[in-house]
């Protein structure tokens, strides 16, 4: 292991994980944690991707968002390329530890999507109960 990967600790005992005070991510079978991604300015969810260690570790030392890209399957510095670079205001963890929550401020045009929208939950899942039948639209 790099001292980067080395850095978080395997999870301790249950309580210690609700109640303690060690950040111990528990990443999955993968070695993959889901990071969601807020707007600092309005609270909008913009986007929800994954972190494994090695980005984990990044985003903590430059307080930059970093990724890891499951269908590149490299590590992707947010913005790096689209200028959106997304700037680190704060970092939650819930309570098993298994899930991130960031509050980022947008750099470039203040969008994240790759489709050119300002977030990734641009659709909305309209569900009809009498019928069991789900359709998509697009939100304003």
Request: contains cysteine; hydrophobic residues 35%.
């Amino acid at each position: 292991m790099t001292d980067r990967t080395s850095r978080f600790a395997g999870p301790g005992s249950r309580p210690e994980v609700e109640e303690g005070t060690a950040f111990t991510p528990r990443f999955d079978a993968q070695g993959l944690i889901a990071c969601i991604a807020v707007d600092a300015q309005d609270g909008r969810v913009l986007m929800m991707a994954y972190m494994n260690a090695e980005s984990l570790a990044r985003t903590l030392e430059t307080g930059e968002a970093w990724y890891w890209s499951r269908s590149r399957a490299e590590l992707w510095h947010k913005g790096a390329t689209s200028g959106q670079i997304q700037r680190v205001v704060e970092m939650r963890v819930d309570c098993d530890q298994d899930t991130l929550l960031i509050t980022v401020e947008v750099g470039g045009d203040g969008g994240c999507c790759h489709t050119g929208r300002r977030d990734c939950f641009y659709r909305i899942v309209a569900f009809d109960p009498a019928t069991g039948r789900a359709s998509l639209g697009t939100a304003s």
